[in-house]
């Protein structure tokens, strides 16, 4: 029953901003006005267990928590909720991180971000996922409660990478044939280490071959200051 918001009318329409940049049009559809259940509360986001790389010696393993985004789309408020946080061994299926948080009161609609309380660190090298489960009295909507991240984090013996072998764009290097271009890449290292190699992918795209082109790497630290 909208007849309060509707302020009593026949006739009701429903208005839509849109804001962006460089985003060309979005599109609205299936449209529908309901009344939500009074307890739901929705998963929305789990983050990989290192946003930023893909493959981490254990040396550089930094202790990190475990992130998502929940999300009350009942229409009271969200109270005695609470989140486990877990990560898991992809190859065994085995958890090797728990963490259960109670989630503060969510109003009805709000969204929150939610973290472990304690920090996870890889007990041995391996393959894991990271994943968040809500669990909530009364939920009138349990399947929305519990995601796992796709994203894998490898922490191994030495290859540092960002990379998770899939190409999803491009970047050129020089103008053409004999233009000399450079590209880079910067890793925050938490503890002293030994570089023994770099490795990189380079595709030819060029009209004329450029194999037998010379490639040169340099390697300079980096100042807290510099882009």
């Given amino acids: 029953d909208i007849s309060t918001i509707a302020?009593?009318?026949?006739?009701?329409y429903l208005k839509f901003h849109y804001e962006g940049n460089f985003?060309?049009?979005?599109?609205?559809d299936d449209i529908m006005?309901?009344?939500?259940?009074?307890?739901?509360?929705?998963?929305?986001?789990v983050n990989p267990v290192n946003s930023e790389y893909t493959r981490i010696p254990m040396i550089q393993a930094n202790p990190v928590a475990i992130t998502g985004t929940i999300r009350n789309i009942g229409g009271t408020p969200l109270t005695g909720a609470t989140a486990t946080f877990e990560v898991f061994d992809t190859i065994s299926n085995a958890v090797v991180f728990s963490s259960v948080v109670p989630i503060t009161v969510l109003p009805s609609l709000?969204?929150?971000?939610?973290?472990?309380?304690t920090l996870f660190v890889p007990p041995v090298t391996g393959y894991y996922r990271s994943r968040i489960s809500i669990s909530a009295?009364?939920?009138?909507?349990?399947?929305?409660?519990?995601?796992?991240?796709?994203?894998?984090?490898?922490?191994?013996?030495?290859?540092?990478?960002r990379d998770n072998n899939v190409m999803v764009g491009s970047l050129g290097i020089?103008?053409?044939?004999?233009?000399?271009?450079?590209i880079g890449q910067n890793y925050m290292l938490a503890n002293t280490d030994v570089l023994t190699s770099v490795s990189f992918y380079i595709t030819d795209e060029m009209?004329?071959?450029?194999?037998?082109?010379?490639?040169?790497?340099?390697?300079?630290?980096?100042?807290?200051a510099e882009p």
């Fill in 137 to 161: 009295a009364l939920d009138a909507d349990t399947t929305n409660n519990k995601a796992t991240v796709q994203q894998i984090t490898n922490y191994n013996d030495s290859v540092f990478a």
């Fill in 174 to 182: 020089g103008a053409g044939p004999g233009e000399a271009g450079m």
């Fill in 110 to 117: 709000a969204t929150a971000n939610i973290a472990s309380a």
């Fill in 33 to 45: 006005v309901y009344v939500p259940s009074a307890v739901d509360a929705s998963l929305v986001t």
């Fill in 23 to 28: 985003d060309w049009w979005w599109f609205v």
């Fill in 7 to 12: 302020a009593n009318q026949g006739t009701i």
């Fill in 207 to 224: 009209s004329t071959n450029p194999a037998g082109t010379p490639v040169f790497v340099t390697i300079h630290p980096q100042g807290s």
